[in-house]
């Protein structure tokens, strides 16, 4: 099947947490490898690759801890792209069939508070840059961000998708020119690329740091892959996400990682990226900053496009919401609102409350990933009855036990090996000498628990459900859309 469909929506997208019926379908597989490139290739994702580093690890170590972490969580993350094109949904509303109609709240909480607190930081971290840059004062240009990204947030789907091509075409010349200037013009403290150089926790720190980050970015995927036509293979569809997250993230947190090699203590990112990018000519910093506040707006725009369709799931769980340009307008303006009030009241603590917010995310999202492609791939192998999925007394139920027992199982077996800073460290972080190695616990533990707690799933009754209602469905999405 054709990668693009006709006819296409054009203006400000109307659809939120609903189906995208078959002939609203539109765009071309490659466009997720620039979305996902770019989404990850800015500053604050270079802020991830410094874990390492301020922890007493070197160098050599710190890279090679960047490319596993990346290499391993992406791999996840990627996964749940193949779920838009064959489902026609966002992300996050596809956890009602592993929690239930009303259970799903519980990572609904947790996601949106993600999309929140990562919007934090990039309008931080931006208006920083224009600051150094333009000037005009910090808090002013937070304030221009935020408003500038909802605005790029309610147009919608297709020029969020449209920018971050733009964006990466760009940035392969302004960067590509900053990071030949790092790697010729900086120097670092001997021992830095010494192999004989291992320490345990630092490496497991930023190994689970990098991890958490490509992770986090699982409750996204869907959302940017929806309106693709099913047709499009999940094999594709996982490399052009795989490759395109992969290879942004670890530009940017080697580069994080170079930048704290060479400052060290002094390492303060926005002067840091400065100094950096004038070694190759005076000015240039701005120009990487300039560049870069960019990058930060059109994520900040993903995080209020992801937080709208999370909140209005989760309003739809307690009363039957109406996807309109209204609905998505208010929850738009209360996510952007929620993010600059903290964004504005953030203190200068910036490194370490990062650093924590990153780990707190793959402590939240392990066991949820877990769940959500366990059912996808191996107990309903993608064939859900997708009008179900909207109905509070359909066959998914309001509780989903299993997917809840499992999360929570998975989660609580994950708090002995946690390691977050000076705010807790687990029993078995501490006899590992401080070293985080929860990933490797929750994961499979809440894989395989909801695996034997659906044995008696009913698959091919849901699928007979799903075919039959598969007309009704399309009907019904054409009758919800706004003229």
Same mark, same amino acid.
């Given at each position: ?27 071309? &597989?490659?466009? &997720?490898?620039?979305?996902? !490139? ?68 519980? $990572? ?6 993600? #999309? ?52 990466? #075409? ?15 013009? +900086? ?25 958490? #980050? ?73 120009? =990487? ?28 769980? !307690? ?7 209204? $609905? ?9 609102? &929620? ?11 910036? +490194? ?26 191996? =107990? ?6 997708v009008a179900e999925i909207f109905n509070p007394n359909g066959i998914y139920g309001r509780w989903g036990w299993n997917?809840? =027992?499992?999360?929570?199982?998975? !989660? ?32 499979? $533990? ?12 009913? =698959? ?6 799903? %075919?039959?209602?598969? %007309? ?9 859309? %706004?003229?």
């Amino acid at each position: 099947m054709s990668t693009s469909a006709e006819p296409r929506v054009s203006g400000l997208e109307v659809r939120s947490i609903d189906y995208v019926p078959l002939d609203e379908r539109h765009g071309k &597989l490659w466009h &997720l490898g620039p979305l996902w !490139f770019m989404s990850n290739a800015q500053i604050a994702t270079l802020a991830v690759g410094l874990i390492s580093i301020t922890e007493g690890g070197n160098l050599v170590w710190s890279l090679l801890a960047i490319v596993a972490g990346t290499v391993i969580g992406t791999f996840f993350m990627a996964f749940h792209s193949a779920q838009g094109p064959q489902l026609g949904l966002p992300q996050m509303i596809q956890s009602r069939p592993q929690f239930g109609y009303v259970g799903a709240l519980l $990572v609904w909480l947790f996601a949106y508070v993600q #999309y929140a607190g990562f919007n934090v930081f990039n309008t931080i971290l931006a208006g920083q840059a224009l600051h150094t840059t333009v000037h005009g004062g910090v808090k002013l240009w937070v304030v221009v961000v935020t408003v500038v990204a909802l605005v790029i947030a309610l147009v919608g789907y297709d020029i969020i998708h449209k920018a971050e091509r733009i964006l990466t #075409y760009t940035f392969l010349v302004v960067f590509g020119i900053f990071t030949v200037g790092v790697l010729v013009n +900086l120097h670092y403290p001997p021992g830095s690329f010494d192999l004989g150089g291992f320490k345990a926790t630092p490496f497991l720190a930023q190994f689970g740091v990098v991890a958490g #980050y490509q992770i986090s970015w699982a409750i996204y995927v869907s959302d940017y892959s929806r309106y693709l036509p099913p047709g499009v293979t999940v094999r594709k569809t996982f490399y052009w996400t795989y490759f395109g997250s992969a290879l942004g993230g670890i530009w940017l947190m080697v580069l994080g990682t170079l930048l704290a090699g060479w400052a060290g203590k002094s390492f303060d990112t926005i002067p840091t990226i400065n100094a950096a990018g004038d070694t190759v000519f005076t000015g240039f910093g701005a120009i =990487v900053l300039l560049f870069a506040a960019l990058g930060l707006i059109s994520v900040t725009a993903l995080n209020m496009y992801g937080g709208s369709l999370t909140l209005i799931s989760g309003i739809d769980s !307690f009363r039957k919401v109406r996807p309109t340009l209204a $609905v998505r307008l208010l929850t738009l303006g209360l996510t952007a609102a &929620l993010s600059l009030v903290g964004a504005l009241a953030a203190t200068s603590h910036f +490194l370490q409350n990062f650093n924590d917010f990153l780990l707190l995310v793959l402590y939240l999202f392990i066991p949820w990933t877990a769940v959500n492609l366990m059912d996808y791939y191996v =107990v309903r192998r993608g064939h859900y009855a997708v009008a179900e999925i909207f109905n509070p007394n359909g066959i998914y139920g309001r509780w989903g036990w299993n997917g809840i =027992v499992s999360y929570l199982v998975g !989660f609580a077996a994950m708090i002995p090996f946690f390691s977050v800073g000076t705010l807790y460290v687990g029993p078995a972080a501490k006899a590992l000498d401080g070293a985080d190695i929860s990933f490797f616990v929750g994961l499979p $533990v809440s894989a395989l628990l909801y695996w034997l707690l659906t044995r008696s799933v009913d =698959v091919e009754a849901e699928t007979r459900l799903a %075919e039959a209602e598969a %007309e009704e469905l399309d009907r019904a999405a054409h009758e919800h859309r %706004e003229p």
